[in-house]
């Protein structure tokens, strides 16, 4: 099978086209090998899509093998392969179709294989602040949905909570599907600090999904204005929540061809 890797701030995905896998190949387990950073080629997520006019359509394994309904990075990703597959050139758009719905993401700039888009990400959904038990202590998070579930709790950022109420979160009783969780800091009015656990990764550099929810939550119960920079271990995205949604700015960047040589069911 023949694949594409690529990032977005470090979260980065294997994209594989749908005309690759045969009917009998188990997906979710082909999802671990592929993924697996020692044992296979190493990525977060693996992206199945299948190109149309418009772009593609896309469907989501995590590194688990679970499936997840959107990325906002992982689309941007294979947006990315799209636009250098046809050329396309900036103020242009490609449209993703999801899980969660259609996503059109209009190129900004390229340059070599990085491409910046902005991509049209929708209205976050259920916006509430809430109180679960973790581990035995009270704490407050933001939940809500931006295509997939999100967590996210304002206040403290540091690797030692990303690891236990991060972690903890990820798979609370609250989130029967589990759930994506940001560690978010408001270091100003227009910059948002976040540390990442991913449902079905774990720890990731970046995310786009959860770039979105940590600014809606800063927006909303944390004094931010509506248009900040989302500084995570990868890099700086740009959200913007407008009247008609949420927008999110980044780059990514292609990585490599890859021909996959093990069996189809490794």
């Known amino acids: 099978m023949n694949l594409v890797k690529a990032h977005a701030f470090g979260n980065d995905f294997l994209l594989l086209e ?16 592929m993924c697996s950073r020692h044992r296979g080629i190493g990525a977060d997520g693996l992206i199945i899509f299948e190109q149309n006019i418009q772009g593609a359509s896309m469907r989501l394994l995590n590194a688990d093998g679970s499936p997840s309904e ?18 396309v050139s ?17 190129l900004l700039s390229k340059h070599g294989g990085v491409y910046v888009f ?19 202590v009270a704490e407050e998070v933001v939940t809500m949905r931006v295509g997939n579930p999100q967590c996210v709790s304002l206040g403290e950022v540091t690797d030692r909570r990303l690891h236990t109420v991060a972690s903890t979160l990820a798979v609370h009783p609250h989130f029967p599907e589990g759930t994506n969780v940001e560690l978010a800091h408001v270091e100003s009015p ?15 550099e970046a995310s786009g999904t959860g770039a ?10 944390g004094g931010a204005a ?3 920079q ?16 949420l927008y999110l700015t980044g780059s990514a960047e292609l990585v490599a061809e890859i021909r996959w040589l093990r069996s189809a069911d490794a």
């Open 226 to 228: 509506r248009d900040v």
């Open 190 to 204: 227009d910059r948002v600090r976040i540390l990442i656990w991913e449902r079905g990764v774990g720890p990731t």
């Open 230 to 245: 989302v500084v995570s271990p990868g890099g700086v995205q740009r959200v913007e929540w407008r009247q008609d949604g």
């Open 90 to 106: 900036p103020g242009h758009a490609v449209t993703i179709s999801t899980d969660a719905g259609p996503k059109v993401l209009e």
């Open 212 to 221: 979105c929810a940590a600014a809606v939550a800063a927006m909303s119960f």
């Open 118 to 136: 902005r991509a049209a990400m929708g209205q976050p959904e259920h916006v509430k602040q809430t109180i679960l038990d973790v581990n035995g």
């Open 70 to 87: 959107i990325s906002g990075n992982g689309v941007r990703c294979l947006a990315t392969w799209i636009a250098a597959l046809r050329g």
């Open 18 to 33: 749908s005309a690759e896998v045969t009917a009998d190949v188990d997906r979710a387990a082909i999802a671990r090998a």
